[in-house]
């Protein structure tokens, strides 16, 4: 429980639950923004955005355990909707964003990096949801609101548009894996994420 004011051995209030789940799925929830935004503060500021959304249902929702579907589905909302607005704008960097571990391969990460930016939003989220977050075709459809058809339309083109510019990214990564480069990275971000 957090450092609330409340006596020894009183229940959480909704608040101490609230900063609890932020705790423990910020840093998840930070590493699928930028995923989706390819910017440390952008993403921070979309997760930071979807929170304000969760809190405000949070009555609601930290009952049924549904706190972080609700603000998945509500980030991948926002950046959506954002794009369409075209307020934010992308910037390409020649910067490496700063990791606290070794990379084993940051050319490959940031290669992966760069052909997710090339993608528009709907693809990327659909790619992100189904790839990094190992959502299933229904569960990445209700996040993006849309039917399961049209998911996989979006994923495909997606892939086709990945492999079509970025034919480096499809070599096979080790010879008993058989996993394209940028699937085994996608993996290896995800196991990070959930760490």
């Known amino acids: 429980m957090s450092g609330s004011n409340a006596p020894?051995?009183?229940?959480?209030t909704r608040e101490d639950e609230f900063e609890d789940f932020v705790r423990a799925r910020s840093a998840a929830l930070c590493a699928s923004a930028y995923l989706l935004t390819g910017d440390r503060g952008l993403a921070e500021d979309l997760v930071q955005d979807a929170l304000a959304r969760t809190w405000r249902s949070w009555k609601r929702l930290h009952r049924t355990a549904n706190a972080e579907a609700y603000t998945r589905r509500t980030m991948y909302h926002l950046h959506v909707s954002r794009w369409r607005r075209g307020k934010v704008a992308e910037i390409a960097t020649d910067a490496v964003p700063e990791r606290l571990v070794d990379e084993p391969d940051t050319a490959l990460r940031l290669a992966v990096h760069a052909a997710l930016l090339s993608l528009p939003a709907t693809q990327r989220a659909a790619i992100v949801l189904r790839y990094?977050?190992?959502q299933t075709e229904a569960a990445a459809?209700?996040?993006l609101d849309c039917p399961v058809t049209t998911l996989r339309a979006r994923v495909q083109r997606?892939?086709?548009r990945l492999r079509n510019s970025f034919p480096e990214l499809v070599v096979l990564g080790d010879a008993g894996g058989g996993l394209p480069r940028?699937?085994?990275e996608f993996a290896?971000?995800?196991g990070e994420a959930r760490a």
């Open 132 to 134: 990094f977050e190992d």
């Open 188 to 190: 290896n971000v995800r």
């Open 8 to 12: 020894p051995g009183a229940p959480p």
């Open 158 to 160: 997606g892939l086709r």
């Open 141 to 143: 459809a209700a996040v």
């Open 182 to 184: 940028w699937e085994l």
